[in-house]
């Protein structure tokens, strides 16, 4: 097996959604070396600069080949000290990855753990082409990934809102700029939210 610089068994077993390995890897660590180096342990990151969290975050739903082992892994490592504010050379986080997968179970645990402002921050922050996670996601019209999106925050917190359907415009092959709109509306209070975005950036080769 071929190993990208920097990549170690924690990356692979992330990847490969087994929460028995990422475990055992983890809790080795802390009784050798203790909590504090376990904890460094799980944000190592490969040549790309992409930690544990990153690869579990680029599997879909349909790779899942054990019922919430994606879920699981994730709360290993969220537990055990990983940073969701890492970034690739590129700038992607965590959740710009998850963005492209569309794993709502990922996204739910992982916001599960943060605060509504952190995740709300998490959900804005660009990459080096201008991405932001909620963009992408529109982009790939992973509507389910938007849904949890949307009810990230205040929006939830102070509205309750819990039925919100999502409308999209696609990117448009050949176009040289990004212009995007999503729109969430709460049917039952009437509440409405969009977030546009333009830019001249091209579109990323991660997307």
């Known amino acids: 097996m071929n190993l990208m610089k920097g990549e170690t068994p924690l990356h692979l077993a992330s990847r490969g959604c087994r929460p028995d390995v990422v475990r055992h890897l983890i ?27 990153h690869y579990v975050c680029t599997v879909t739903k349909e790779e899942v080949e054990t019922p919430h082992s994606d879920r699981d892994v994730v709360k290993l490592l969220l537990e055990n000290g990983a940073d969701v504010k890492l970034q690739t050379k590129l700038h992607d986080s965590a959740f710009h990855y998850v963005a492209v997968a569309g794993n709502n179970d990922v996204i739910m645990e992982m916001i599960a753990h943060m605060s509504p402002t952190d995740a709300q921050k998490a959900l804005n922050r660009q990459n080096v082409n201008g991405w932001t996670p909620l963009l992408i996601a529109s982009h790939k019209g992973q509507s389910r990934a938007l849904r949890a999106f949307f009810l990230v925050g205040n929006y939830l917190l ?39 975005s333009s830019s001249r950036a091209r579109l990323p080769t991660s997307v």
Do not use: M
Request: with cysteine; proline share 2%; aromatic share 10%.
């Open 27 to 53: 809790n080795y660590i802390k009784e050798h070396k203790g909590e504090v180096k376990a904890a460094a342990y799980v944000n190592e990151v490969n040549e790309n600069d992409e930690s544990a969290l």
């Open 158 to 196: 102070q509205n309750k809102i819990f039925n919100i359907s999502i409308f999209c415009r696609p990117y448009r092959a050949g176009e040289q700029s990004i212009s995007e709109s999503c729109q969430g509306r709460c049917v039952r209070h009437r509440w409405t939210f969009s977030v546009t």
